[in-house]
């Protein structure tokens, strides 16, 4: 494979590939699977550790081939053995500051240590916990304050910690913290649960585990650290304050789509828009998991996505090469390339697209961990 | 990097003269794995700093007296007294802005 970009005498430049991925979770890290066995040169960026809301997630009983469950890190430790032993590069805590068209057909990508471009993106951002908003919060992050029971519960045996929301993630992350904690209070603002069955019954079922209906917290407070948080009773209007030495807060996700403003066309919540093949409206711009606007956030989904993902990239960097597309005008070769694109691929995918959608969640998935994702605060509610 | 438990946490961190980076880790934490290396790296590039990391699952006294919440969580010691703590793993050139002038 050619080139088109480079004089003819050069030897490739450091920093030029030919797929950028950004995202190395399930999604990001499928797409790197298919790219780098296809033999392109595929370097994934990643702004945390690899497995993004996976690696946070206890327990996975819902992906195929483990009957067992697995753990959420040994699953990303799997994926990313596989990636790396076809040759894709992974570059942990990079975080990616801007995305803008390079010329000659290629992207080039700002991240807070380098300059790279490429002939193909496959964006995988994922999602990260939103913020609650309530004063405290920022302050205590990292001392009481966490989005991440997985990452955190095992720092808080024998204590009481209250758990915000109500969904898969708040009662499933607080069933796994009452394995340290004596005591966990979920805060929620119903006065019912939104999770799965499974987790509610377990929930129920758990001793350790306490609920406040219809209540939403207002003040984080503490001196130094987490000491109590006070919450008020949306119906009663009154205010209690419950002492507790952490507050794990469950309240939805946002996608980490903030760099990609101007660059793809996103949906009114900031979840990437694409095409049934993926693309996006920019040629040679890919977009997988949950970042993108999906039906469901679930691990075996992203995969599939990943692996839809790896090989536009593929079937578009081969288009681009040939001598015709070469020479061709832009509009001309992305619209030759979006036709033969679609009419190859669109038999397989299309089926995959209008696969049954299952609800199931049992692998609820987690939120980034405390320290980093304080620093990227949530956007936009996504139920 | 050294390790260093409860036992010997007075000796090798509070009373050690000049300045202790320490790494609050554990095996499972993804985050504590990848910064490993990149910490590996800065103490060959400070050598007047003494690194040790110490494992919060192992030695959980010491985690709870420093109220470490979250990991990973780098602690330095100057005599004996907390200068600095920095919550969560951070790339290797923020890591060094953070710590720049303390260990300089």
């Known amino acids: ?383 | 990097m050294d390790a260093v438990t409860q036992d010997r946490f007075a000796a090798e961190v509070l009373r050690a003269p000049g300045k202790v980076l320490v790494d609050f880790w554990a095996e499972w934490c993804g985050p504590c794995r990848t910064i490993g290396p990149v910490l590996d790296e800065l103490e060959g590039e400070y050598p007047g700093v003494k690194f040790v990391k110490l494992n919060v699952d192992e030695n959980p006294a010491v985690a709870q007296s420093y109220e470490v919440m979250s990991i990973p969580t780098l602690l330095v010691f100057d005599d004996g007294a907390v200068v600095k703590r920095i919550v969560g793993a951070l790339p290797k050139a923020k890591l060094i802005e953070e710590l720049g002038e303390l260990m300089g």
């Open chain 1, 1 to 383: 494979m050619f080139d088109i970009v480079l004089p003819q005498d050069s030897k490739p430049l450091a920093g030029t590939f030919d797929v950028l991925i950004v995202g190395a979770g399930p999604g990001g890290m499928t797409a790197a699977i298919y790219c780098a066995r296809g033999r392109l040169s595929t370097v994934v960026l990643e702004r945390n550790t690899a497995g993004g809301q996976m690696a946070l997630t206890e327990r996975i009983e819902n992906y195929p081939g483990f009957p067992e469950g697995i753990s959420g890190f040994d699953l990303t430790e799997k994926m990313k053995k596989q990636a790396g032993q076809f040759g894709a590069d992974l570059r942990e805590i990079t975080t990616v500051a801007a995305m803008e068209p390079a010329g000659d057909r290629r992207w080039r990508i700002v991240t807070d240590e380098e300059t790279l471009t490429a002939k193909a993106v496959v964006l995988a951002p994922g999602v990260e916990a939103r913020n609650l908003g309530i004063p405290g919060e920022a302050e205590f992050l990292g001392r009481g304050v966490s989005y991440c029971a997985t990452c955190d519960g095992a720092l808080y045996r024998g204590k009481q910690v209250a758990v915000i929301g109500g969904g898969d993630s708040a009662v499933e992350e607080g069933l796994f913290l009452t394995k340290f904690a004596d005591a966990v209070y979920v805060i929620h603002r119903r006065d019912q649960l939104r999770a799965n069955k499974v987790a509610q019954e377990r929930a129920f079922a758990n001793p350790k585990m306490h609920f406040i209906w219809d209540s939403q917290p207002r003040v984080i407070r503490g001196e130094g650290k987490v000491e109590a948080v006070e919450y008020q009773n949306l119906k009663t209007g009154v205010v209690a304050s419950l002492p507790v030495d952490g507050v794990f807060i469950y309240v939805g996700q946002a996608p980490n789509t903030a760099f990609l403003q101007k660059i793809v066309d996103l949906d009114e919540w900031g979840y990437i828009k694409t095409d049934p093949l993926l693309r996006t409206n920019q040629p040679g711009v890919f977009a997988c998991g949950d970042a993108r606007t999906t039906p469901i956030k679930q691990i075996a989904w992203a995969v599939g996505e990943g692996a839809l993902a790896g090989i536009q990239a593929e079937k578009y960097i081969d288009l681009l090469g040939e001598p015709e597309a070469a020479a061709a005008t832009e509009s001309e070769a992305t619209e030759s390339e979006a036709t033969e694109a679609a009419a190859t691929e669109s038999e397989a995918t299309e089926a995959a697209a209008q696969s049954p959608i299952s609800s199931e969640a049992s692998g609820a998935r987690g939120t980034p961990t405390g320290g980093r994702s304080a620093a990227h605060p949530g956007g936009e509610p996504t139920a």
